[in-house]
């Protein structure tokens, strides 16, 4: 057996914690030996299917209680799993009917596991030829044990946020897994007789997957999960879990925090106790310092520790964590003059009124190193700015695309991240965009995190919902345009307020003067799974405003 699979076997036979899932209207909590005895008969069904080793399944469900079951029974059977995009009421189902299905000739799918709430998808993939089978039809199977599994089998496919019309998997082995999952508990050190997971972070984006589902179901270890839909109804939800199960480790992208800080802003005293958090991972998005500075003191009040508050940075090529701060450390911010930063690439330290505060996202994890590069290759020191490249075991080979297979690493093993950051002194990490998105204005870099950040700023914003779209790229004088949400939308003099207020900020903030403002309404701004903005695809927003 990989180490992996044989972890995840072991602690099945021996922990006695355990999934919760069901909060906030039906707590139902499983040992992770009942959910491998699950997970043995739906392996049966699935060898019934003729899923053998080295299959790719694809799944299809929104329910942590049926996908960890359902994840473990695929590698059970030796094959790797592939959690789909998920439609939306929203979505064409049209469209993701064919997206889907692209995805799955890409990977070559034997069969889809079908569970809640996407029942109505079965007829529409079955109308194209595509194998489905249902939890429950699997739960029926006979009671199998597993097959043998490698180090270098394939246990991920990790779909990335690209456009679903042209996907591209991450593939990830039961090697990287495993090594990835060991630096990241290592690393914050984590206790399986101490720790308690709290997450609501969607199952079908590596950070929920990975970190908060397959990760404790490997150790043993307890976690308490509710969906993104439980979450959004009610994000305080979150806070009170913490409490009710005296959660330690949870993590989500940046707009979540922010969401969660104005929550707690509102409550009244006692409303939550988050006293036992200890380890707040904050990443999948850039990571706003205000944010967090907003949330240590609106969580001050409930018990919070403020060095519990954690800026990290990941991807799913490194499985999962690339670099992680230590326990304790709390944020730490990174003073830099802008002016240095954006004309010559270099992270110059300031004190002046001007510095830019840049939240640093702790050290490599264990076994995973990291260099920046410039434009010809040529590996820079501390404090320049270029592209971030890593290299180790936890990161994978490559890629599967609708036109085959796809390297990930250079002859040395590096892989181009795509991020444009530096290192400090001490070896801490710091993320300023991405390359595609950098926008060039007189001789300037200028960072749309930046523009987003001062837009950001103004009222009626909502949180996380601001995105600087580049125009006239690669001309020899580019622009950018922002768009924001406000939930006033509808109210001519409050749009008209915002657009005026917006320039007012990224103009005293960045700069630079937008050549125009769109101010849409909530949920216009394209985004991915795991709610990063879609840059690329938000052009389109600027006629959306004149409509």
Same mark, same amino acid.
Request: hydrophobic share 45%; with cysteine.
């Given at each position: 057996?990989?180490?992996?699979?044989?972890?995840?076997?072991?602690?099945?036979?021996?922990?006695?914690?355990?999934? &919760?899932?069901?909060?906030?209207?039906?707590?139902f909590r499983q040992t992770w030996g009942e959910i491998h005895q699950d997970a043995r008969r739906m392996a049966?069904?699935?060898?019934?299917?003729?899923?053998?080793?080295?299959?790719?399944?694809?799944?299809?469900?929104?329910?942590?209680?049926?996908?960890?079951?359902?994840?473990?029974?695929?590698?059970?059977?030796?094959?790797?799993?592939?959690?789909?995009?998920?439609?939306?009421?929203?979505?064409?189902?049209?469209?993701?009917?064919?997206?889907?299905?692209?995805?799955?000739?890409?990977?070559?799918?034997?069969?889809?596991?079908?569970?809640?709430?996407?029942?109505?998808?079965?007829?529409?993939?079955?109308?194209?030829?595509?194998?489905?089978?249902? /939890?429950?039809?699997?739960?029926?199977?006979?009671?199998?044990?597993? #097959?043998?599994?490698?180090?270098?089998?394939?246990? %991920?496919?990790?779909?990335?946020?690209?456009?679903?019309?042209?996907?591209?998997?991450?593939?990830?082995?039961?090697?990287?897994?495993?090594?990835?999952?060991?630096?990241? @508990?290592?690393?914050?050190?984590?206790? @399986?007789?101490?720790?308690?997971?709290?997450?609501?972070?969607?199952?079908?984006?590596?950070?929920?997957?990975?970190?908060?589902?397959?990760?404790?179901?490997?150790?043993?270890?307890?976690?308490?999960?509710?969906?993104?839909?439980?979450?959004?109804?009610?994000?305080?939800?979150?806070?009170?879990?913490?409490?009710?199960?005296?959660?330690?480790?949870?993590?989500?992208?940046?707009?979540?925090?922010?969401?969660?800080?104005?929550?707690?802003?509102?409550?009244?005293?006692?409303?939550?106790?988050?006293?036992?958090?200890?380890?707040?991972?904050?990443?999948?998005?850039? &990571?706003?310092?205000?944010?967090? /500075?907003?949330?240590?003191?609106?969580?001050?009040?409930?018990?919070?520790?403020?060095?519990?508050?954690?800026?990290?940075?990941?991807?799913?090529?490194?499985?999962?964590?690339?670099?992680?701060?230590?326990?304790? =450390?709390?944020? &730490?911010?990174?003073?830099?003059?802008?002016?240095?930063?954006?004309?010559?690439?270099?992270? /110059?330290?300031?004190?002046?009124?001007?510095?830019?505060?840049?939240?640093?996202?702790?050290?490599?994890?264990?076994?995973?190193?990291?260099?920046?590069?410039?434009?010809?290759?040529?590996?820079?020191?501390?404090?320049?700015?270029?592209?971030? $490249?890593?290299?180790?075991?936890?990161?994978?080979?490559?890629?599967?695309?609708?036109?085959?297979?796809?390297?990930?690493?250079?002859?040395?093993?590096?892989?181009?991240?795509?991020?444009?950051?530096? %290192?400090? $002194? $001490?070896?801490?990490?710091?993320?300023?965009?991405?390359?595609?998105?950098?926008?060039?204005?007189?001789?300037?870099?200028?960072?749309?995190?930046? @523009?987003?950040?001062?837009?950001?700023?103004?009222?009626?914003?909502?949180?996380?919902?601001?995105?600087?779209?580049?125009?006239?790229?690669?001309?020899?004088?580019?622009?950018?345009?922002?768009?924001?949400?406000?939930?006033?939308?509808?109210?001519?003099?409050?749009?008209?307020?915002?657009?005026?207020?917006?320039?007012?900020? #990224?103009?005293?903030? &960045?700069?630079?003067?937008?050549?125009?403002?769109?101010?849409?309404?909530?949920?216009?701004?394209?985004?991915?799974?795991?709610?990063?903005?879609?840059?690329?695809?938000?052009?389109?927003?600027?006629?959306?405003?004149? =409509?």
């Amino acid at each position: 057996m990989s180490k992996f699979t044989d972890e995840m076997y072991a602690s099945a036979a021996i922990s006695n914690r355990g999934l &919760v899932t069901g909060e906030p209207e039906s707590p139902f909590r499983q040992t992770w030996g009942e959910i491998h005895q699950d997970a043995r008969r739906m392996a049966g069904g699935l060898a019934d299917a003729g899923i053998a080793h080295g299959a790719a399944i694809a799944v299809l469900a929104g329910q942590p209680v049926d996908i960890a079951p359902a994840c473990q029974a695929s590698w059970m059977r030796g094959a790797s799993v592939t959690m789909l995009h998920q439609p939306t009421p929203r979505t064409d189902l049209a469209v993701w009917g064919q997206d889907t299905q692209t995805v799955i000739d890409m990977i070559s799918a034997k069969v889809v596991i079908l569970g809640a709430p996407f029942g109505v998808a079965k007829p529409l993939l079955e109308e194209r030829g595509i194998t489905v089978v249902t /939890v429950e039809e699997l739960r029926k199977g006979p009671s199998i044990d597993p #097959v043998p599994t490698a180090e270098s089998d394939i246990v %991920f496919q990790q779909l990335t946020s690209g456009s679903t019309g042209s996907p591209k998997a991450v593939q990830i082995t039961h090697e990287n897994f495993y090594v990835n999952a060991y630096a990241m @508990i290592n690393r914050i050190k984590f206790s @399986i007789d101490d720790d308690v997971m709290v997450s609501w972070l969607p199952l079908f984006h590596d950070m929920g997957m990975v970190g908060f589902l397959t990760v404790p179901m490997q150790l043993g270890a307890e976690i308490v999960s509710i969906t993104p839909l439980d979450f959004l109804r009610s994000p305080l939800l979150w806070a009170e879990l913490m409490g009710k199960y005296r959660g330690t480790v949870t993590a989500a992208p940046n707009f979540a925090y922010s969401l969660l800080a104005r929550r707690l802003a509102q409550a009244p005293d006692g409303a939550v106790d988050l006293s036992s958090v200890r380890y707040m991972w904050n990443g999948a998005e850039p &990571v706003d310092p205000d944010t967090m /500075v907003a949330l240590a003191e609106a969580g001050a009040r409930f018990g919070l520790d403020p060095t519990a508050l954690a800026p990290s940075y990941g991807m799913a090529e490194t499985t999962l964590a690339a670099s992680v701060p230590d326990p304790n =450390q709390g944020q &730490v911010l990174d003073y830099v003059d802008p002016d240095f930063l954006e004309a010559m690439s270099r992270a /110059v330290p300031s004190t002046r009124q001007n510095a830019r505060a840049m939240a640093t996202l702790g050290r490599m994890v264990p076994g995973l190193e990291g260099r920046v590069v410039d434009s010809e290759e040529q590996v820079l020191p501390a404090r320049g700015v270029g592209i971030i $490249e890593v290299r180790g075991r936890a990161v994978t080979a490559g890629y599967l695309t609708v036109d085959g297979p796809k390297p990930a690493q250079d002859a040395d093993g590096w892989l181009d991240t795509g991020d444009v950051g530096y %290192f400090t $002194e $001490e070896g801490l990490v710091v993320v300023c965009g991405r390359v595609k998105d950098v926008i060039i204005m007189g001789g300037r870099n200028v960072y749309p995190t930046d @523009i987003e950040r001062a837009a950001g700023t103004v009222a009626g914003v909502r949180p996380g919902n601001a995105v600087a779209i580049r125009l006239d790229a690669g001309q020899k004088r580019e622009s950018f345009a922002v768009a924001v949400e406000t939930n006033a939308f509808e109210d001519p003099e409050e749009v008209k307020r915002i657009e005026r207020e917006v320039v007012r900020a #990224v103009v005293s903030d &960045v700069g630079v003067r937008p050549r125009a403002v769109a101010v849409l309404g909530p949920g216009t701004i394209p985004k991915t799974s795991s709610g990063k903005l879609r840059r690329a695809n938000s052009a389109a927003l600027l006629g959306a405003s004149d =409509q």
